[in-house]
């Protein structure tokens, strides 16, 4: 595991360990005390209280954060792991992009990434060289690299591409043999949904991880290591929505919910066109959404 990732997951267990400790309903200390309880920075502090919101164990408005529960183990994280130097600085980079931490077309200074992120300046250089395939940065035409950023042509182009190699999924997915792990995985997946469904009105906030499991298992079954590179970015992307817009998300939630239920059924069925259709649908919504949330951003 890199040493920055290892210290992300120790210190949000560290601030997990002590929301165990406060008042449900009361109110989280500031970013500088949260830092000195996990002894990081406020970056990674920040970062922790992106995963604790998006859990549903804090609400994270500006400066007043407040306690909606209290954690339980599985919300830990695990410390073992093989994610490489290289993977968690995209993870990284692409939560500090998708957080609009700056605005498109910003120059970007390899010096000051480099501090940022703890990693020597010509790793980062060749980071981002291989980031750039994505488009989300560029090389300026004399020299340094430019955040070309996530902007609502991004996002349309970016939709329309999950569509077809998700499509393409879909067809792979019916006519897979009877042994093979995507039935039991989709099987896996139908008892989750239904039991979030059961519980959509207090935990509707569980629905990224998830929408996320749904979409990796539905890509899972294409072996093709191109398209795999971009099931990273577009996972992590489609991830980051749901943080965004928080208006409706109930509602929203319950309605995905549905909709994956639907292709699930009809993946079942071994019913190509009607689960070509209920995932139509589905992504059709997903890009409505993402550009929704664009414009909660006033980036659409």
Request: net charge neutral; aromatic share 8%.
């Amino acid at each position: 595991m890199a040493r920055t990732d290892a210290r992300y997951r120790e210190a949000y267990n560290t601030l997990l360990d002590y929301c165990g400790r406060l008042q449900v309903g009361g109110a989280v200390p500031s970013e500088s005390e949260l830092a000195d309880v996990a002894g990081v920075s406020r970056t990674v502090v920040r970062r922790c209280l992106a995963r604790l919101e998006e859990t549903g164990i804090i609400s994270w408005n500006g400066r007043h954060k407040r306690l909606l529960k209290r954690p339980a183990n599985d919300d830990r994280l695990e410390l073992l792991g093989d994610r490489t130097a290289a993977e968690d600085l995209e993870q990284r980079f692409l939560e500090w992009v998708l957080r609009f931490d700056v605005p498109a077309d910003t120059p970007l200074s390899v010096a000051e990434l480099s501090r940022m992120f703890s990693v020597p300046q010509h790793e980062l250089k060749e980071f981002l060289a291989g980031l750039s395939r994505f488009g989300l940065v560029a090389r300026r035409p004399r020299g340094g690299w430019m955040l070309r950023g996530f902007t609502k042509e991004f996002a349309v182009e970016l939709s329309d591409f999950r569509k077809v190699l998700e499509l393409n999924a879909v067809r792979i997915a019916t006519d897979a043999p009877v042994g093979h792990p995507i039935w039991t995985t989709l099987s896996e997946l139908r008892h989750a949904h239904l039991d979030l469904k059961s519980r959509i009105k207090t935990d509707f906030h569980e629905f990224s991880k998830l929408d996320e499991r749904f979409h990796e298992a539905i890509n899972s079954v294409v072996s093709n290591r191109f398209i795999a590179e971009f099931q990273k970015v577009i996972s992590l992307i489609f991830h980051y929505h749901f943080l965004w817009d928080k208006a409706d998300e109930q509602e929203r939630n319950a309605a995905a919910i549905e909709e994956h239920l639907a292709i699930i059924d009809a993946l079942e069925a071994r019913d190509p066109d009607g689960a070509a259709k209920a995932a139509e649908k589905h992504l059709r919504t997903s890009k409505t959404t993402l550009l929704s949330s664009l414009r909660y951003h006033e980036l659409g």
